[in-house]
């Protein structure tokens, strides 16, 4: 059973571009969330997902940023226009349904490096 | 407004030691309270997770508390290897889980 799958690995863009972060949940998991880890900062939520649904997206911020999970295919993070201070690390994680209470599984991240 | 605090930021000790780390959270009406390894360059493996009814969980070396009355948890690692050299990270919530910033662990040996 592979685990949170996270693409790609590294991402580099210059300011003013568009950056698409792609995240697979584990099989059977129908729950999405992204987390971003800033230089020296800790992980902080962003959006919590399930299918063609935002539950709860009181982390992202409110401009150039969003997020989907289709009913087929990965969940994306969109970030237009990307700034330096959007260089960050950005983490998937996902839990199966109807399991407030289990643990969340964690993707490899992507590291965004904006010129 | 939960905040999480992890003490202390970096904890270095020789191989075979063991030791705590500890973590404190404002809000003492957590849902769970999980702890995460992160290793350089990649994503974070849950070690052990406490809900908010129990007190203690075990896995192996680890060993976690919980005090929800004094917003306080350890994680105890016994006998100490340098392969336990990582970020500790601890979190309290659900799904929208609250960070704390970590404890940078080096196990030299």
């Known amino acids: 059973n592979a685990g949170v799958m996270q693409n790609p690995r590294h991402l580099v863009r210059r300011r003013g571009q568009e950056a698409r972060l792609r995240c697979s949940p584990m099989?059977?998991?129908?729950?999405v969330y992204w987390y971003r880890q800033l230089p020296e900062e800790g992980l902080k939520f962003m959006v919590y997902?399930?299918?063609?649904?935002?539950?709860?997206e009181s982390g992202m911020p409110k401009e150039r940023f969003s997020a989907e999970f289709p009913k087929e295919g990965p969940s994306i993070l969109r970030i237009q226009q990307v700034v330096r201070g959007d260089s960050a690390a950005y983490f998937c994680?996902?839990?199966?349904?109807?399991?407030?209470?289990?643990?969340?599984?964690f993707g490899s991240g992507t590291q965004l490096s904006v010129l | 407004k939960q905040e999480v605090t992890q003490i202390p930021a970096a904890l270095s000790v020789p191989e075979g030691e063991n030791l705590v780390l500890n973590c404190s959270f404002t809000?003492?009406?957590?849902?769970?309270l999980q702890w995460f390894r992160q290793d350089p360059g990649k994503g974070l493996t849950s070690l052990l997770l406490?809900?908010?009814?129990?007190r203690e969980q075990t896995s192996g070396r680890l060993n976690a508390s919980l005090d929800k009355s004094s917003g306080r948890s350890t994680l105890y690692i016994a006998a100490s290897q340098p392969g336990d050299s990582a970020t500790y990270l601890c979190?309290?919530?659900?799904?929208?889980?609250?960070f704390g910033q970590g404890t940078r662990l080096t196990i030299n040996p």
């Open positions: 994680a996902s839990s199966p349904p109807g399991t407030e209470d289990e643990k969340l599984f």
């Open positions: 099989k059977g998991h129908s729950h």
């Open positions: 997902l399930q299918k063609e649904n935002i539950i709860d």
């Open positions: 809000d003492s009406a957590i849902y769970n």
């Open positions: 406490i809900q908010s009814s129990q």
């Open positions: 979190a309290v919530g659900a799904q929208k889980l609250v």
